[in-house]
């Protein structure tokens, strides 16, 4: 039997032995169930954080730097620090690592060409490469010790004694001895060593270089490693296998392929299928099928198994602490549709709800308020299920008030639609500009739908419909995603909307996702996703717009919102205002956040009237830094002028005039709303025209900058971006325009030539847009 | 004196001496010019890589794990790669490392509990961190040995030899120990072994432990070892001194504070100033001064000084490989206007701008029209070095075509440039929409300038102008990015344009950037500029993009367009449009990718009519996967569908009806411009209607996408985007909306009250959309 063990000792004085023994004592302990006891693998990844015994297996892929001149010693510390953690977390971890031959080769290239003549050198050099040949089983012998003691000083610089295990392939097929190894691997994980495998490459047959990796010219068989580890994982009953490699984790198609997706899980009885298409192929799964025969392997004796990207940072740390990374396996077959396939259908069904006409449209949304009406008794005892659960959670105030639908909710609600059912007959195909570009060629410039939106809403379960409404009524597919303390009148009302739709479109052109993390996944898909809108905190929305790749976000990013009373003022209206500003609903994006007071004010029976207001209200002042100078025992200093309190807070101060306001709201607002107080007309325009804000207000209070407020009937949000839809955001946000032109086959060669001139005649569109032969397309 | 010195020997067997004296032998060698003769500093970053001796120092911030858990292995191995492999190449390298602290606190924290009664152990716990105190020069004697064993095995890695040296303030300060610690260093980089100095804490006096570092209740002074490494860096006459820390760089204020910026170079002179606000404050420069000024202290003895991040990868290789990494300290003041100040100038002027009256701005663009004509030898006279330049490259063809500037194009130009000032008059505070909200309270969308535009072009010069015209006329501050090869010209142009700009707002309005590197900075200043409209190839924009950090980008990805020829077709017609969409220009986006042609045409006159059409004009045909089945000796298949090839060359494939068409285009096109040819009217409403792209066309060539061609004047680059603006961009894509109101005191709580109700009556606009109060306004 030819396995080798060489229990490493301590060799400097100063890593003694009672501190190693004691080390695992002083670190917080966390104590597993016994291995015994959790037989059964995984089937969330939230689960893997129970794992006890884990094995990470590391290819050489990982340790070897892409520039092919040796080890990749970052890499391989780093995976040292993170598995000497998780060791000294009181987990038994056990590595199998490949990266002897490279790290041999480091050493003999050097050495043969020293002991080579300079002919044997030139004939040495294949054409590619230029590199002598090395056999690689000389240069894993060689790189064993070497990679060895290094792991064993990296180790022990956490504390962490470690043991060298060389196998071949006979000790892990013939019985008896692969009894040896478990006892022997046993003993050394109850002594708090980690055993470190690696194949015994010297006494190995030799493999067929596998063509495939990215090793170059020396290789050694990835396949093995894999299935070794595999075997092992069984063997040793771990709790949780990584395979660490230099791909993202397993894909659906070679990855660089159109197309292609990682999978963030694989369950073997589903992606099997969807798999195998990228397996038919040359490249296969990018050298991967060898990890998913040793995972599945692995997974249907119980081990649960991810295979991860070794260069990514903190990877075993984050697969253990249940993060998203690489491909975890499971047996768990996934809980409904695959974002991805959602997200697909939607865009499918987008295609056929913008090709019916706009009454057919308009009817599936009369069909969902009349539904609203008919169902209200299912949908007040779904609802229920999450109004109890809240009290349950001891929430209760507003939150739960915006949960809560009743009939006269519904009422309205079913009102509301009617009324986007109606504007649903003239919403696409208006025709926005007309030219006659020359003879018989006409261009047309006229709305479309922006193809698939996802909507992310919180709390209130009457957005659903109302979303689902203004997508229908747009012909624009829809991926909702609701808050969870929702979840139960979000389930029914998705329900009634996919009803409604089924006579005319397929029922998931609107689908409604469930899962928090499956937003992360569906902002990857600007294949199938065209626009994202979320609703709700800032925090919320600034999360989104970081994670989004390349699919634009509609959104404001912060409400720090002000109002400027200038030197001639109603003061009686000035008062109003601001109560309403601030004080109407301060947790609202529109409610004003900082007041600015023309320096005559100061001091005044406007000032103390002001003054005595917010008190009454409750709100708590924070000074400017001009405020703060002026008064001694004045509120306490503002820590900053950009700042959206959400509250009944504020802050206060001073102005020169208009000109220093306008600078201060350019400088430290959000582009939300802004409002001026000012009997001066042209104070007021001066303002209105310089103020950078979505919303600019003379004499009003900021809480108007509202979608409905402003008649544009359901809002979809409030945007603070520049482009696209800027201010409340009502049905036209949700539209986008195409281009349209009719010839009788000219060609641009035709107008170079001088047979044909150019026209350009803006030709009149009839007040409404609409556009005879639009009409009969739609 | 205390100076220590102990090289360390091979230490195992495989590592003996011929292998470690052989390797930099066997090592690419790169020979530098002798230290003496490079005692000047570098100027650029691009020098660094003739740096022959590298001093990297490393803090203990980078050294120490974040969770304050002992050593970050992962970086140590990684820096002591990046050096291994410096020195390799044939450099000096030599390290000032710190770290010897955390090491021995990790040790001794552990060795400390073991050895406490439990009384000690709790009353020695101080109120915050409650970990007990060590001394921290104890730590650092504990972990100065195990530290340097680390070095040297990881080093030992890579063939490379260290040697640790331990010194105190006096050895540098008394003249006789410096000049035998100069010679040790010396007669150390002559062995080729690498230096590795720390201070010696045990005998050194105690530091002030410094309060504003991240590193907890143990400190080291890092601002000593900062100057330790300076002296040295001075001393030992290197040519390179790095500074590697915990953040990004030197930054203009706290990094974290609003409006700060990473300085990517630091100019004693000029930043000494920019820099002063931050280092009043508490935090300082976040604990930057020290590194300030020791890099400063030895830039002025002629050593060149990056101060880095020591977690980001690669910094060190990166940093020598001239890379912008971090802050590079240079005497050489930077030419012109730094660009953020040029984008906080075009904001500034982007607000005088938009305050003028439409006929002011017109007034603008007409100087400038009548400047191009009056200039226009002088225009010619620049452009005529570019043309030049051009031609000693050994351009020649359409690219110098493009460049050259005559009489004819300026007045072309010239012409071009009045009719957007025409425009300039109605651009700005047009109404799109009225509506009384309620009683004395009237809303209204006006169009607004976006606030400072980014266009950067290639090549053609006359777009300087041109997109300047369009930007004054819609009221936007500007930032210009030219090519280079066009670089006389625009300089001219721009003088011109600022010529014109001069007695109406500041010149900086519109501002040309010179260096390609600025614009990545550019991207991150989203604080200044609001949109970015890269005109170029497709690879341009798509770095644009990916580089773009929250700055919305308008351009298309890609130009796959297609035409699709239907079953009833004019044959004369269809070979016109097949001709002109692929041949009229065969670079542009516009230009046709692929053909579709319904399958009932195969082997018909039609078929080879188009055929024999493309063969004369040089085209080269790559078949789909149908035409491939279906011809045996056909031309060679296309490797994707979707590919733009921007020459002579194009995909041919057959589809079954309109509605395969349909769905081709759909999935391989770019949403750029696709047109079909057919007599169907049935077909054509169905095609336009259901494929999804900016630009559909019946009948007509795919060249007139274009924004001269539309009839919107002057176009600004062409969007496949679906939101703002999509297919060619006008200026109307340089406007964005604001919304107005006009109230005299309403309140939300008003409406609530029921003492006012909204009315939201949609009010008419005339004709073009003027409004006499914002008339009167602008």
Redesign the interface.
């Given at each position: 039997m030819s396995l080798t063990m060489m229990a490493s000792v301590p060799a400097?004085s100063?890593?003694h032995s009672?501190?190693w023994r004691?080390?695992t004592a002083?670190m917080p302990v966390k104590y597993f169930s016994s291995t015994a006891s959790c037989r059964k693998e995984a089937s969330l990844r939230s689960d893997l954080k129970d794992a006890k015994r884990v094995l990470v297996k590391v290819g050489s892929a990982v340790l070897t730097?892409e520039d092919q001149?040796?080890?990749?010693?970052?890499?391989?510390?780093?995976i040292?620090?993170q598995v000497s953690?998780l060791q000294n977390e009181g987990r038994q971890m056990i590595m199998v690592s490949s990266g002897a031959v490279a790290?041999g080769l480091?050493?003999l290239?050097?050495?043969i060409?020293?002991s080579m003549s300079m002919r044997q050198t030139l004939s040495s050099r294949d054409e590619k490469g230029g590199r002598p040949f090395i056999e690689p089983r000389a240069c894993g012998a060689?790189g064993q010790?070497?990679l060895m003691?290094?792991y064993e000083?990296?180790f022990m610089?956490?504390?962490v004694r470690t043991a060298q295990v060389l196998i071949t392939k006979p000790d892990v097929q013939n019985e008896e001895s692969r009894k040896n190894l478990r006892s022997t691997l046993n003993e050394l994980l109850r002594l708090n060593i980690i055993p470190i495998l690696n194949g015994n490459d010297a006494v190995e047959p030799p493999d067929e270089p596998d063509k495939d990796t990215d090793m170059g010219e020396i290789l050694t068989s990835v396949k093995d490693n894999d299935s070794l580890a595999s075997r092992l994982a069984v063997e040793m009953e771990v709790d949780l296998m990584i395979l660490m490699t230099n791909v993202n984790g397993i894909y659906t198609q070679p990855p660089g392929a159109?197309g292609t997706r990682l999978l963030s899980t694989y369950t073997p009885s589903v992606d099997n299928k969807n798999v195998v298409f990228g397996r038919k192929s040359k490249v296969g799964m990018g050298g991967m099928e060898s990890k998913v025969h040793s995972a599945t392997w692995a997974l249907d004796r119980g081990v649960s198994c991810v295979v991860c990207n070794g260069l990514e940072e903190n990877a075993i740390i984050n697969i253990v602490a249940g993060k998203k990374i690489g491909t975890f396996f499971t047996h768990m077959e996934p809980t409904g549709t695959p974002v991805e396939i959602q997200a697909m259908q939607a865009r499918e069904g987008s295609?056929i709800l913008?090709?019916l006409s706009g009454g057919q449209r308009a009817a599936i949304i009369k069909k969902l308020s009349d539904l609203l009406l008919q169902r209200k008794a299912d949908i007040i005892a779904a609802n229920k299920l999450d109004v109890d659960n809240a009290h349950e959670q001891g929430y209760a105030g507003p939150m739960v008030d915006r949960l809560v639908l009743d009939e006269v909710k519904l009422g309205t609600l079913s009102d509301g639609l009617k009324q986007i059912a109606e504007s649903a007959q003239h919403t696409l195909g208006r025709v926005l500009k007309k030219?006659l570009?020359a003879d018989a060629?006409e261009?047309r410039l006229v709305t479309v739908p922006?193809?698939v939106l996802m909507v992310i809403f919180e709390s209130r379960p009457d957005a659903l419909p109302q979303v689902a409404a203004l997508a229908i009524s747009s012909g624009n597919g829809l991926l909702l995603k609701g808050g969870k303390e929702a979840s139960h009148s979000n389930k029914f009302l998705h329900h009634l909307v996919q009803e409604a739709l089924e006579p005319y479109v397929p029922k998931e052109t609107v689908g409604l996702v469930s899962r928090k993390e499956d937003i992360q996944d569906l902002l990857q898909l600007s294949q199938y996703i065209?626009?994202v809108i979320p609703r709700g905190s800032s925090e919320l929305i600034a999360r989104i717009?970081q994670q989004s790749k390349?699919i634009?976000v509609?959104g404001h990013s912060e409400g720090v919102c002000h109002v400027y009373v200038d030197k001639n003022v109603?003061p009686e209206?000035a008062i109003?205002?601001v109560?309403?500003s601030k004080c109407?609903y301060p947790a609202a994006c529109n409610s004003m956040e900082t007041l600015l007071l023309h320096r005559s004010h100061f001091r005044t029976p406007l000032f103390d009237g002001i003054y005595d207001m917010l008190k009454k209200e409750n709100v708590k002042i924070h000074a400017g830094p001009r405020l703060s100078s002026l008064v001694k025992f004045g509120p306490a200093p503002a820590t900053?002028m950009?700042k959206e309190y959400s509250g009944l807070q504020m802050a206060l101060e001073f102005v020169d005039d208009v000109e220093e306001a306008i600078v201060h709201i350019?400088k430290y607002g959000s582009s939300h709303t802004d409002a001026i107080?000012t009997d001066d007309s042209e104070a007021?325009?001066r303002f209105?025209?310089?103020v950078?804000?979505?919303?600019?207000?003379?004499?009003?209070?900021t809480?108007?900058?509202d979608g409905y407020?402003?008649?544009l009937g359901a809002e979809v949000g409030i945007s603070t971006?520049?482009?696209?839809?800027?201010?409340?955001v009502g049905i036209e946000g949700l539209l986008?325009?195409?281009?349209?032109?009719?010839?009788?086959?000219?060609?641009?060669?035709d107008?170079a030539d001088g047979n044909m001139k150019?026209l350009?005649k803006?030709l009149s569109i009839d007040s409404n847009g609409s556009d005879s032969e639009m009409e009969a397309?739609n």
């Open positions: 400097r100063m890593l009672p501190l004691m080390s002083a730097r001149c040796g080890m990749a010693l970052g890499r391989l510390a780093s040292v620090e953690v790290f480091q050493k290239r050097q050495e060409i020293m060689v010790s070497g003691s290094l000083a990296m610089q956490y504390g159109e295609r913008q090709s030219t570009i060629m261009l922006i193809g065209d626009l717009q390349g634009p509609i109603n209206m109003r205002i109560r309403d109407d900053s950009r350019n107080v007021a325009e209105l025209q310089m950078d804000s979505a919303c600019v207000f003379h004499n009003g209070s809480r108007f900058a407020r402003f008649g971006a520049k482009i696209h839809a800027r201010g409340p986008t325009t195409k281009w349209i032109l009719h010839g009788n086959g000219q060609t641009v060669n107008f150019y350009h803006q397309m």
